[in-house]
């Protein structure tokens, strides 16, 4: 059986948007797997990696590296709805973009739909 161990994100900035996710969730920095292009954060499930543009030459995605719109989403899980609604405010303050405000899902979850300071979509959750 697989288990996922990254996400990655291609970042325009990769030290300024890990910092981001980082210092909002108090995430952890990997330090071992630092280098020019590349930044890594233990959520503590699994990890979030952020690939300089760089990245996509050394991939080979050349081709597909013209992205539009929404391409994948982060979810962020915290342990109560007032936790959901004390991210908000620190996100913003951060350089987040507010889609949309806290609410409770047709699954019982509580969310806020935001973007991060890229433009990418995450989401704080919690599911209760």
Known sequence: ???????????????????????LFGFKEIPEIRSPIFRGLDTGRSCIGFNALDAYELLKLDDYSDTKGCKFLLNIDVDSKEEVD?????????GATLIKEPYTTYYNWYQAVMLDPE???FRINHMM
């Open 86 to 94: 004390e991210y908000v405010p620190k996100a913003l303050t951060s």
């Open 1 to 23: 059986m697989g288990t996922l161990s990254y996400v990655n994100v291609f970042a325009k900035d990769i030290e300024a948007l890990s910092v981001f996710y980082r210092d």
């Open 119 to 121: 433009g990418n979509v």
